[in-house]
């Protein structure tokens, strides 16, 4: 694509609009949607919401996995022609498991000026509030949706040592859970963040087994969108031994707050951590008693 004669090269700007909560659209992505020529929307009845009241409406383009090779001679006539285009996906940071790389990558190849406009991010915003490492992470996206191939890529991923991150539609996440709690174990930590920055925000953190019963004893977690999130490998055999820990609690401290010390460590429930501090502290009671018998 040759630069058109006279004339600088537009700039394609990739923006991330809000995950949920419309207040997240920052300042900056509102001033260019009110202003920008082009407007590439994976669906623009969406993005429609976010654009605010202009005097000259914009030329749409939509663009998504099915079309995006066929819209790319048009929107890079138009930026080799002067005019900024805005890519936008329907929710997020676009390309992050959003169409738009062929757009990026043909920019660039034609010597086109590529600038992101920052914002939301599901899955970074989720890994925030997650609790599990974040200085290293895998971002897999959405995994295969059928169970065979789906349990072939956990095992792949099983001894990978960082946080992985998956978008799960919420209506698989039970068969999502049950598959990875088979294949990268029970006791695995994880968590999940559903409908994040809306009306029913969930944020979860428990062992893979745990977050499985959850799930399936409350279909209201089976709506929305859901990122979850795996501990590593490295990060599991580094999980304290929570029965050595049980030990160390019930020797030292009153069972009520070894039990709650132990849930908030472990991920337990607060009845399953007392079970356990009672187990611990069994041996001794007997021992006392027999000791002090006659």
């Known amino acids: 694509m040759e630069k058109k004669a006279g004339g ?15 207040g997240d659209q920052t300042p900056r992505a509102r001033d260019l949607l009110q202003r920008v020529p082009i407007i590439a929307a994976e669906d623009t009845r969406v993005t429609r919401r976010l654009v605010p009241r202009r005097c000259a409406e914009p030329r749409w383009f939509s663009i998504n996995e099915h079309n995006e090779i066929k819209q790319l001679p048009a929107l890079l006539d138009a930026l080799c022609d ?26 660039h190849e034609a010597g086109v000026r590529v600038s992101p406009l920052p914002g939301p991010c599901a899955a970074i915003a989720a890994l925030s509030v997650a609790g599990l490492a974040s200085d290293r992470f895998w971002f897999e996206g959405f995994l295969p949706a059928r169970s065979s191939a789906r349990r072939s890529r956990l095992a792949a991923l099983k001894e990978v040592p960082v946080t992985l991150i998956f978008h799960v539609p919420a209506r698989d996440l039970v068969d999502v859970l049950q598959d990875a709690s088979a294949v990268m174990g029970a006791a695995r930590h994880a968590a999940m963040a559903r409908e994040l920055t809306k009306l029913h925000e969930t944020v979860i953190r428990k062992p893979l087994a745990s977050l499985l019963a959850l799930c399936r004893s409350q279909p209201e977690q ?73």
Request: contains cysteine; aromatic residues 4%; glycine residues 10%.
């Open 8 to 22: 600088a090269y537009g700039t394609l700007w990739v923006v991330a609009t809000p995950i949920g909560n419309l």
């Open 82 to 107: 002067g005019q900024d285009v805005a890519l936008v996906s329907d929710a997020g940071t676009p390309l992050v498991s959003d169409p738009g790389y062929r757009l990026v990558v043909a920019a």
């Open 222 to 294: 089976s709506r929305g969108e859901v990122v979850l999130m795996i501990a590593g490998s490295d990060q599991r055999r580094s999980t304290i031994d929570a029965d050595a820990l049980a030990d160390e609690l019930a020797a030292e401290l009153p069972p009520s707050r070894a039990a709650g010390i132990l849930a908030r460590l472990t991920g337990l429930s607060r009845k399953q951590a007392w079970a356990v501090i009672e187990r611990c502290r069994q041996p001794e009671s007997e021992g006392d008693t027999l000791t002090g018998s006659p």
